[in-house]
């Protein structure tokens, strides 16, 4: 079985940071790309940013210059580096992991979710 569990959400004030981790474990024979998505409460699901196996990244463009992705692959996990936080990057944040698991097919595992809450 395979999980993905995010981690480091939390309240910060406008203008701070936070640090995002992703971890996949389990029977994993490997991931591809990894990304991370954001839901505001009544908007949809979308993407914040992405990274390839090779470490390619992809930003919305609402996080350029704020926000960086990276990941460790011996670790099997990703991570997001928040900066200049703004009120309106409150949400919850998912972690999104393309996993080939050791018995199965190719799947695109999403974690629990973690709050960010930007606010004096």
């Known amino acids: 079985q395979v999980h993905v569990v995010e981690s480091g959400g939390g309240l910060v004030q406008p203008g701070g940071s936070l640090r995002l981790s992703c971890a996949a474990s389990g029977r994993i024979s490997s991931i591809g790309t990894m990304g991370w998505y954001r839901q505001a409460p009544g908007k949809q699901r979308d993407v914040v940013a992405t990274i390839t196996l090779s470490g390619r990244t992809n930003y919305a463009d609402s996080v350029k210059g704020r926000f960086t992705i990276s990941r460790d692959n011996a670790k099997n996990t990703v991570y997001l580096e928040m900066n200049s936080l703004q009120p309106e990057d409150t949400a919850v944040y998912y972690c999104?992991?393309?996993?080939?698991?050791?018995?199965?097919?190719?799947?695109?595992?999403w974690g629990q979710g973690t709050q960010v809450t930007v606010s004096s």
């Open positions: 999104n992991a393309n996993i080939l698991p050791v018995a199965g097919r190719r799947y695109d595992y």
